[in-house]
């Protein structure tokens, strides 16, 4: 069955960097998107960045010119964060658009989130 895994939050000051990195694994079959949304305490989950099997990408503008996505050709889909402002502290989770086989046993195009990585921005 699909599963998506997370890893790479954690905690840094202003300004500075990290990497968060998605993986798609089991029986995964076709990718049409694959995306970052966040979520801070007492806040709606915001879309973060998405990027197509295509490679178009998309960015929310608090975050253009800090952030980029990217995805390698092993289903696995990468945030690469710099300048991180405290406003960036929130809980990140992977978003997956995916055709594969799912907890059911059934084939089919679904979507999935991944547990979520806290990442904290403070001095």
């Known amino acids: 069955q699909v599963q998506v895994v997370e890893s790479g939050g954690g905690l840094v000051q202003p300004g500075g960097s990290l990497r968060l990195s998605c993986a798609a694994s089991?029986?995964?079959?076709?990718?049409?998107?694959m995306g970052w949304y966040y979520q801070a305490p007492g806040k709606q989950r915001e879309l973060v960045a998405t990027?197509?099997?295509?490679?178009?990408t998309a960015l929310s503008d608090s975050v253009k010119g800090r952030f980029t996505i990217s995805r390698d050709n092993a289903n696995t889909v990468y945030l690469q964060m710099n300048n991180l402002k405290p406003e960036d502290t929130a809980v990140y989770y992977c978003?997956?658009?995916?055709?594969?086989?799912?907890?059911?046993?059934?084939?089919?195009?679904?979507?999935?989130w991944g547990q979520g990585t806290q990442v904290t921005v403070s001095s």
């Open positions: 990027i197509t099997s295509g490679g178009k």
């Open positions: 089991g029986s995964v079959f076709i990718i049409y998107a």
């Open positions: 978003y997956l658009d995916a055709e594969g086989i799912w907890d059911s046993g059934s084939r089919y195009r679904g979507q999935s």
